[in-house]
């Protein structure tokens, strides 16, 4: 179980990493020089405040997802039900991000920090999480972590199948 909300979490903390990043996408501003390349960045940035917002809603639906699925009998069905349609936003932001790093030099990159720094902070959230929530909860709680856990594990082998291609 551990594990699984791990997984989950690495998933959340990179793309709510790599979508809260304030660096150009097209490169520098003084690169921009031309109006090729200032248009390019214009659309790349409007591309980009898209993929927020897909990321927001995605969010509100998991939460929304699960909200419903413990109010209901059908608990594992109606969870079912709401991530197919966050799937559907999800394919939506990855077609975003697939089309915001075509035909550009820009690399998914983490030099931001070392992975002994990233490995503390990932230790640190999950940590959080044990805390915040108590694991020992009942088994329909339970079936809903495994089914979360489950779909973002898949998401995040989905999200690295495709970033792979950039690299």
Same mark, same amino acid.
């Given at each position: %179980? ?12 990179? /793309? ?21 390349? =200032? ?14 917002? /897909? ?5 509100? =639906?998991?939460? &929304?997802?699960?909200?419903? =699925?413990?109010?209901?009998?059908? *608990?594992? %069905? ?12 999800? &394919?939506? /932001?990855? &077609? ?13 990159? #983490? ?13 640190? =959230? /999950? ?6 929530? #108590? ?18 594990? *898949?998401?995040? &082998? ?10």
């Amino acid at each position: %179980m551990k594990l699984l909300v791990y997984f989950t979490l690495l998933s959340i903390v990179e /793309l709510k990493e790599f979508l809260n990043r304030n660096e150009p996408i097209a490169g520098n501003i003084s690169d921009t020089t031309t109006t090729n390349k =200032a248009t390019s960045f214009i659309d790349k940035t409007l591309l980009f405040r898209e993929i927020n917002s /897909l990321k927001v809603k995605c969010e509100e =639906a998991s939460i &929304q997802a699960i909200k419903e =699925a413990v109010d209901s009998r059908g *608990a594992v %069905m109606t969870l079912y039900e709401q991530y197919m349609k966050i799937a559907r936003l999800d &394919q939506q /932001l990855l &077609q975003k991000v697939m089309s915001l790093f075509q035909n550009t030099d820009y690399k998914f990159t #983490n030099e931001s920090y070392t992975t002994t720094e990233r490995a503390l902070k990932e230790s640190k =959230a /999950l940590n959080d999480i044990e805390s915040d929530y #108590n694991l020992e909860t009942s088994s329909k709680n339970d079936k809903i972590l495994q089914i979360v856990s489950t779909i973002n594990i *898949a998401k995040r &082998q989905l999200e690295y199948d495709n970033v792979v291609k950039f690299t």
